[in-house]
């Protein structure tokens, strides 16, 4: 289900004309070096240089989950894209916190639990996924701000920078740069005529690169010249569960015989369905919204309405927050929870260890 394209379409002189100007001063101006901190907790960033999905999420989740496995304690910074708390100062959460936070700077509230439709609408989509995996958390669009806030309150071993790639001035010890194995750069259009932040050669500036979605260990033809001197691994995105509003687990043979239905509003909607069939579920019906779209209860009552009676919903993790309390009680909703499998994470760690 795509909304607005025709008019987007109208203004293509227009985009690629500012996509030459975007691409001459992105080539004209140098980036400043990344350079490692010297004091407090390693800064690992995560990023890519096309806008929206490339698995950053996921990727952040597994690093924090390989940190936690050696018994070290990450933390998360996000833009909190979406979020109506991060408009002018920030967010703070951490596991098991109670109200109030001291030190926390003027602008900034603390996060303190409840229902993960109001998390998605006042932190952004990405921040819940990270809420829910008991990390903290700091949501700020200043994300130099954000480091130093859940550095002094959380005191984190690593600070882990979800879509900083591009932020060049940012203090990092680990720039990781992800790259799908089979769209590298997307379109190969700059913004905003196309989708890419930054020109090919901006890959050289990575400190590692993975490639995501990857079917076997091949370096992408177009993406070699720029990775001859950087370490690079290989990840999949492997589907986890299915799970229901009361934290019930299901498998795809749960389903037999039912109608299932998928809906996402994702960057990306081809990667769940993908997933979706490796899982093993075999869709009526694929509704496809755009990016980060907010859901209505009028969006949930037509999906419904043109279902057949008891089909089953199954959304994304992301998309999950904002849709489980529009959903009548009646009708069944799960999520396909997802993780990110990145062959050599220790080896990939090894810098920032």
């Not at 591009?166 to 005529?193: C, M, Q, S, V």
């Amino acid at each position: 289900m795509f909304m607005g394209r025709d008019g987007w379409s109208l203004l293509g002189p227009l985009r690629f004309a500012l996509s030459v100007f975007y691409g001459l001063h992105a080539r004209m101006t140098p980036a400043p070096a990344s350079h490692a901190t010297t004091a407090g907790p390693k800064i690992i960033s995560v990023g890519n240089i096309e806008v929206g999905g490339g698995g950053k999420t996921p990727c952040v989740l597994a690093i924090a989950s390989a940190l936690m496995e050696r018994g070290l304690r990450p933390a998360v910074v996000t833009g909190g894209y979406g979020g109506r708390s991060t408009r002018e100062g920030g967010a703070l959460s951490l596991p098991g916190a109670a109200d109030g936070g001291p030190g926390l700077p003027a602008g900034y509230v603390m996060w303190t639990g409840g229902e993960e439709t109001a998390a998605a609408r006042e932190l952004g989509d990405e921040a819940v996924l990270y809420i829910r995996a008991g990390l903290p958390l700091a949501v700020d669009r200043d994300r130099k701000r954000g480091i130093g806030t859940v550095s002094e309150v959380a005191g984190p071993t690593h600070v882990i920078l979800d879509d900083a790639y591009h932020r060049t001035t940012l203090p990092k010890d680990l720039d990781i740069l992800l790259l799908d194995a089979g769209r590298p750069f997307a379109d190969g259009r700059l913004l905003p005529y196309g989708t890419l932040r930054e020109p090919e050669s901006a890959v050289s500036r990575a400190g590692a690169v993975i490639f995501t979605r990857a079917n076997d260990r091949s370096v992408p033809e177009e993406v070699a010249r720029y990775v001859k001197d950087t370490p690079v691994f290989f990840a999949r995105h492997l589907p986890a569960s299915l799970a229901g509003r009361g934290g019930d687990r299901f498998e795809a043979s749960d389903l037999e015989g039912a109608k299932v239905v998928l809906f996402s509003g994702i960057a990306r909607p081809e990667s769940f369905e993908k997933t979706a069939a490796e899982f093993g579920l075999d869709p009526e019906v694929s509704y496809r919204y755009d990016d980060h779209y907010q859901y209505s209860a009028d969006d949930i009552g037509e999906m419904i309405e043109e279902s057949e009676t008891g089909s089953v919903f199954v959304t994304t993790e992301k998309d999950w927050s904002k849709v489980a309390a529009l959903f009548p009680e009646g009708e069944k909703l799960l999520r396909l929870d997802m993780k990110m499998e990145v062959e050599g994470i220790e080896e990939l760690l090894k810098p920032v260890l």
